[in-house]
């Protein structure tokens, strides 16, 4: 192919800005384009028609411009221009362009001259142009007019910012002649964005409107408030010519005669006007683009790799092949089995670090949820005794028994071991959740079609639905199986013989690490929550708990401790959320009604989530801590309660409670072991293998494959999307690829004392114009010669000596300044003209003294 030349950047840039326009926002990249900005009065809408050579924006009183307009003038054979929001559609007449221009403008933004942020896209293609990409901004306004916001000054700014603000924008600075440059607006907001001046270009309008007897030509040289890469002046169609349907053409000769004419501009005339400018900028846009090439190059290339995982599916993607629905189907269903298994066994790709999910949720209810019902369900123990007492003494009947009865200890143990059916089925309750939200996450893959989403969502739940029911009765079954027979002969059981010689105090004692080793459960974050204002108000702790005692302390460095509570006859209990507060809480308290921590009964410790809540609880238990019970006895069963018993009766009823304990620890040991397996057997992998072996026949059965495999509109519209995004972005890469990058472009100027930006605002103000020592005629006349005065004229020549023919006097300029104007041309113009033939100079009186050269305190 060869290197393409640098005229190949600009196009490439108009692209891609389709490409990306029509994506949308979340792909878009920051393209290199030029941001024009100016005033309400600043001419940019008619250095933009000049540009183009026609008529085409809306013209108007107040904000014209109330959205963006991205321009690309692209250099064609024949002229139109489209839009990129109806690019079917070519437009000849330019009255037509500015009509959609105003209609798309008030699609959006209504008519009551409000502003929008979403740019109109145009293309203009002309013979007439050069290469450009612009974007014509609000012109910057103060005061509202007719319904527009209070603050709208405000709105326009932060709009403009938005573009200006892009390293990759130029910014195309327009300020009238005719006002004060120091207090121009659009070069206070480049200033803003870009203190270095690398990207602002100024331009001067309305030259032609200036007081008679001044000129800009120190401001044209860059010699007064100086930027970077200096100023062009153009000269504009008045409003006079633009209600006459002046052509643009004539007025461009016009403007030409101008500079040529005008005494201050002729020896920079090449240097001068709209197609100096639209040449210029078209070199900076260029040079500009090629200096962010690497940037861009890494951009692309980053946004297309995240486009290849997503594109994969579509790249051979052919509406008219008859097996596509087939191969999509069947990679459907694969996939969602993959995704399924991955989200219950665990993967190392996409993992989530936000929550838990899928069979992380599923072991947590396993190993802390489903431990923490059963304690909750533990037995009380004044409820037992009194149980035990009346089952022995009911068995004896009337007679005084002598030995402690079997009968009474298969009765309790058959009691409590009923009560583990209820914190069983809750746990499968728990599972089949999760089961549904894991199902739902993964089918959310299926997006692209709704009925295939649908029907797998549909098959899937019913058939978990389906084992939950099997699931369940083999639960209740194995509770069952643990009622028909109660084996005394455990290897685990304690026997009758060493019932009786444990004490309560033993059965109620922890089990206690050893010597020297302080086993720690876990360790984390709580809130203190109940503690007062005037004490310093709830507050964040790094607790420990141990499996003696619970520590707090300042950070998680667990080097300041707060305090440490021991765990002896605490309890946990449930505390319902504030009002006005998101945490939840638990509490702990002292059985023994004393005070926890300083005057305090009980403590709250309150966490992010329920999820927290239900983990630290389950850790409570492993320490030995337990919920507390619901009291539900009323008085008189409290009076019922303070029954006295024999020494023999308590001696048998402390024989039969240890037994009672000795044997629900081993059934809970082992429901606690079967759980998990049973639920993994009858529900999850269960599912697992109807998902792999039997969903594709159900959906086959469910409906036709057509209607399954129908895809949403949004879904076409995306991959259609998608795909003209990764071929733009493919084409560009290979584009820029091939762009020699030893092309010599103009280097960037070196930095001005541009201090006036700054302090323009104190409103001490350098005027941009220049009045000559000679009234300067209209331009066409010949210029007035003056007789000579006697003597030859005295007029200083460069070299310090005297010169008879020179050119006519202006107020002396410093000579430093005025080689780096000769020497640092901004723009690298071609030669300038030969200068014009000299004049003689006015005759200066004797004894009248020369008027000293104007100062320039922001030089």
């Known amino acids: 192919m060869g290197n393409r030349g640098m005229e190949e950047l600009i196009p490439l840039v108009n692209k891609l800005q389709d490409a990306f326009s029509s994506i949308g926002q979340s792909c878009h990249l920051d393209l290199p384009q030029i941001a024009v900005v100016g ?25 014209v411009t109330r ?22 559609k070519k437009f000849t007449d330019f009255d037509e362009v500015r009509q959609e221009i105003e209609a798309e403008t008030d699609r959006v933004t209504g008519t009551n001259r409000g502003i929008s942020p979403v740019p109109i896209n145009l293309r203009v293609y002309s013979p007439h142009v050069l290469n450009l990409t612009l974007i014509d901004l609000p012109g910057i306004t103060k005061v509202p007019v007719g319904d527009q916001p209070a603050d709208i000054e405000y709105q326009i700014k932060d709009m403009i910012m938005q573009f ?36 602002t270009i100024g331009v001067i309008t309305k030259l032609d409107l200036m007081d008679e007897g001044t000129d800009a030509r120190d401001v044209l040289e860059n010699k007064l408030l100086p930027l970077r890469r200096g100023y062009i002046g153009v000269v504009n169609r008045s409003q006079k010519d633009i209600e006459g349907k002046k052509d643009i053409r004539a007025a461009l000769a016009a403007e030409r005669k101008f500079f040529l004419s005008h005494p201050a501009y002729r020896h920079m005339a090449d240097r001068m006007g709209t197609p100096h400018l639209q040449k210029v900028l078209n070199q900076q846009l260029t040079n500009h683009i090629r200096e962010t090439l690497p940037s861009l190059r890494s951009k692309l290339q980053s946004q297309l790799l995240s486009l290849e995982k997503e594109v994969e599916e579509y790249k051979n993607f052919r509406p008219d092949d008859p097996t596509r629905k087939t191969k999509a189907l069947l990679q459907m269903v694969q996939q969602f089995g993959v995704d399924f298994e991955k989200r219950i066994e665990g993967s190392g790709d996409q993992v989530d670090t936000l929550e838990l999910s899928g069979g992380a949720r599923i072991n947590r209810i396993f190993h802390e949820r489903f431990p923490f019902e059963l304690v909750k369900m533990e037995f009380d123990e004044k409820d037992l005794r009194r149980e035990i007492s009346y089952a022995i003494k009911n068995i004896h009947g009337i007679r005084t028994g002598l030995f402690t009865p079997d009968l009474a200890f298969e009765a309790i143990v058959k009691k409590q071991v009923v009560k583990l059916k209820e914190p069983c089925l809750k746990c499968v309750d728990l599972v089949i959740q999760e089961l549904i939200n894991t199902v739902r996450q993964c089918t959310s893959k299926l997006g692209s079609y709704p009925r295939l989403r649908e029907e797998t969502e549909r098959i899937v739940t019913t058939h978990v639905r ?44 922890r089990a206690i690490p050893n010597q020297g080793e302080i086993l720690v459960i876990r360790r984390g974050w709580l809130t203190l929550n109940n503690i007062s204002i005037m004490k310093g108000g709830s507050k964040e702790y790094w607790f420990v708990l141990t499996a003696e005692s619970l520590s707090w302390y300042k950070d998680e460095e667990e080097k300041e401790k707060k305090y440490m509570l021991p765990l002896d006859n605490l309890k946990i209990r449930d505390v319902e959320k504030g009002f006005m507060s998101n945490k939840h809480v638990f509490a702990i308290f002292n059985t023994e009604q004393r005070n926890v921590y300083k005057d305090l009964r009980q403590i709250e410790l309150a966490c992010d989530s329920q999820e927290d809540v239900d983990s630290w609880k389950a850790s409570f238990l492993r320490a030995g801590v337990y919920p507390e019970k619901d009291q539900v006895e009323n008085e008189d069963g409290a009076q019922e309660n303070t029954f006295s018993m024999d020494p023999q009766l308590e001696r048998q009823v402390e024989t039969i409670r240890n037994l009672v304990d000795s044997y629900v620890g081993i059934i809970n040991k082992s429901i606690r072991d079967l759980m998990p397996k ?29 209607s399954l495999m129908e895809e949403s509109a949004d879904q076409a519209q995306r991959r259609d999307d998608m795909l003209r995004m990764y071929h733009a972005l493919k084409e560009a890469l290979h584009i820029i690829g091939d762009i020699s990058t030893s092309t010599v472009s103009t280097p960037v100027p070196p930095p001005v004392d541009d201090g006036w930006l700054q302090t323009g605002s104190s409103g001490h103000s350098p005027t941009p114009q220049r009045r000559p020592a000679s009234t300067v005629l209209p331009p066409g006349r010949p210029p007035a010669v003056r007789g000579p005065t006697p003597g030859p004229p005295l007029i200083p020549s460069p070299a310090g000596g005297i010169s008879s023919f020179v050119a006519p006097p202006i107020p002396s300029r410093p000579g430093p300044q005025n080689v780096f104007a000769a020497n640092n041309d901004p723009f690298s113009a071609p030669p300038q003209i030969p200068s014009r033939p000299a004049r003689i100079p006015p005759g200066i009186p004797p004894g009248v003294p020369r008027r000293p050269a104007p100062s320039r305190p922001f030089f």
């Not at 099997?470 to 194995?478: G, M, V």
């Not at 059981?493 to 309560?504: E, M, V």
């Not at 057997?681 to 792999?692: E, P, V």
């Open 39 to 63: 005033g309400q009065s600043a001419g940019k809408s008619s250095v933009l028609e000049n540009f183009v050579g026609r008529d085409f924006l809306p013209r108007g009183s107040g904000i």
């Open 67 to 88: 959205r963006p307009l991205i321009l690309q003038l692209i250099f064609s054979k024949t002229e139109y221009a489209e839009f990129l929001h109806c690019k079917s």
């Open 164 to 199: 200006i603000s892009r390293e990759s924008s130029l910014i195309l600075a327009v300020t009238p002649a005719n006002m004060d440059l120091a207090n121009s607006d659009a070069l206070k907001m480049a200033k803003e964005v870009d203190p270095q001046g690398l990207r």
């Open 466 to 509: 389906e084992r939950e029911g099997k699931t369940k009765d083999q639960i209740l079954l194995l509770i069952d199986i643990e009622l028909s027979y109660i084996n005394t002969n455990h290897e685990d059981f304690i026997g009758f013989a060493n019932a009786q010689q444990r004490s309560t105090q033993l059965n109620k004692k």
């Open 678 to 706: 049973t639920i993994m057997h009858l529900m999850i992998n269960n599912t697992k293998d109807f998902i792999h072996s039997e969903l594709l026949a159900y959906l086959y059965s469910s409906a036709d494959q057509s």
